[in-house]
Nanobody
Framework: VQQGESGERLVQAGGSLRLSCTASGGTFTTMGWFRQAPGKERVFVGGINWVADRRRYPDSREGRFIVSRDNAKNTVYLQMNSLKPEDTAVYYC??????????????????WGQGTQVTVSS
């Protein structure tokens, strides 16, 4: 699993950012996005099962984050809009083979990206 961005991504509050992730070398069906802020647990922000064409978001979603996939490029994107300082975190993508395990449970994922630091300034 390879995240398309390296290093820190800086954006002002209210701005947008798109992260990308590519999974290869396995029969994956699903990719999830998670984030982890300093001193906090890793949390699910969205995911996509491209075999079943199904997306899932946290119950608390505000509609600001959108997950999509470009099948031709085998790449999954996390579009983040109206960013807030509290969105500052390291963002990870992860891939799993099973379609049936919970998409929002990080323990179900076998392969993880290297993480991208996203910093939203006020």
């Amino acid at each position: 699993v390879q995240q398309g961005e390296s290093g820190e991504r800086l954006v002002q509050a209210g701005g947008s950012l798109r992260l990308s992730c590519t999974a290869s070398g396995g029969t994956f069906t699903t990719m999830g996005w998670f984030r982890q802020a300093p001193g906090k647990e890793r949390v699910f922000v969205g995911g996509i099962n491209w075999v079943a064409d199904r997306r899932r978001y946290p119950d608390s979603r505000e509609g600001r984050f959108i997950v999509s996939r470009d099948n031709a490029k085998n790449t999954v994107y996390l579009q983040m809009n109206s960013l807030k300082p509290e969105d500052t975190a390291v963002y990870y993508c992860a891939a799993k083979q099973s379609q049936y395990s919970a998409m929002d449970d990080s323990t179900n994922y076998s392969d993880w990206g290297q993480g991208t630091q996203v910093t939203v300034s006020s």
